[in-house]
């Protein structure tokens, strides 16, 4: 097996957008199942985090099967955070690797504005559990410190999934 080695900047950044981070935030480009708008599940609309945790969920298969166009879906266009994650997740694929196990524990979670389309949630969380996976390589990915951050999710409509449109880290502007 070959070991790999991860530039240290390669994970910071991934930790930084996993919210992505919840994390840390679905435009679909090409027509399919997940591009069309869909009525909010009803636990998305009574908890925050539920809505948070579907989100992180669809991040990591997109990850795990290196879909750029599905992983594009889970921004609101133009996100700072959005970019930041299909360009670490280009980078990944063209070194031959798949990020797969991708889970985020969240240790803490504040809603601080809710509405059918908008959604800010304050969470403290680390990314566990994560191998990255390539020809002939398999390794764990070491388990992320717990970091704070802001993230802000919107549905334009008010129906279907959200979408991420900014992530703040603690004492920073919104990306």
Do not use: F, K, N
């Not at 910071?12 to 027509?31: C, E, F, K, P, R």
């Not at 063209?94 to 803490?108: D, E, F, I, S, T």
């Not at 680390?126 to 996976?133: E, G, H, P, Q, S």
């Not at 002939?136 to 717990?146: E, H, I, K, N």
């Amino acid at each position: 097996m070959d070991r790999l080695i991860l530039p240290r900047a390669l994970l910071a950044l991934l930790v930084v957008s996993v919210v992505g981070t919840a994390a840390v935030v679905l435009v679909g480009l090409a027509a399919g199942p997940e591009a069309a708008p869909r009525p909010a599940a009803a636990s998305d609309e009574r908890d925050p985090l539920a809505a948070l945790h579907a989100w992180d969920r669809r991040r990591a298969r997109a990850w795990a099967r290196g879909d750029l166009a599905a992983l594009r879906r889970l921004y609101v266009p133009g996100s700072r955070a959005g970019r930041r994650d299909l360009a670490m997740l280009a980078a990944w694929d063209r070194r031959g690797l798949r990020v797969h196990g991708m889970r985020m524990q969240v240790l803490a979670a504040d809603v601080r504005a809710r509405s059918s389309r908008r959604l800010v949630v304050v969470v403290t969380d680390r990314l566990a559990d994560a191998v990255a996976v390539g020809p002939g390589t398999r390794v764990p990915l070491p388990r992320d410190a717990a970091s704070t951050r802001t993230v802000v999710l919107r549905r334009p409509d008010g129906m279907g999934r959200w979408r991420v449109s900014a992530v703040r880290e603690r004492g920073q502007p919104a990306r």
